[in-house]
């Protein structure tokens, strides 16, 4: 499975962007889908994920402003990010959990990093 994001970019405080990651390759079923951050010298955090029938879970920080969904028909993600801050600033990484077969394993699966950065 490999994942593709995009939408990262400069955005001003207060504004809006959304990020999309797109899974392709083989795969039978994407459980989990969801995404992370890392800031410059911070470990990398959940920032919001998304179940297979639609459940959703956010980081405390961003409960209210940001808003998880997916496209099954798509297999892609998205993160619409609004009132964004500061401290939103961060490589945003999407994340899947899934198997490519009916008898294969679960794996966890990582896209490469999409660069948010928020001007004050």
């Known amino acids: 499975v490999q994942l593709q994001a995009s939408g990262g970019g400069l955005v001003q405080s207060g504004g809006s962007l959304r990020l999309s990651c797109a899974a392709s390759?083989?795969?039978?079923?994407?459980?989990?889908m969801g995404w992370y951050r890392q800031a410059p010298g911070k470990q990398r955090e959940l920032v919001a994920v998304i179940t297979g029938t639609s459940s959703t879970n956010y980081a405390d920080s961003v409960k209210g402003r940001f808003t998880i969904s997916r496209d099954n028909a798509k297999n892609t993600v998205y993160l619409q990010m609004n009132s964004v801050k500061p401290e939103d600033t961060a490589v945003y990484y999407c994340?899947?959990?899934?198997?490519?077969?009916?008898?294969?394993?679960?794996?966890?699966?990582w896209g490469q990093g999409t660069l948010v950065t928020v001007s004050s």
């Open positions: 390759g083989s795969i039978f079923r994407l459980n989990f």
């Open positions: 994340n899947v959990v899934g198997q490519t077969s009916y008898y294969g394993p679960i794996s966890d699966y």
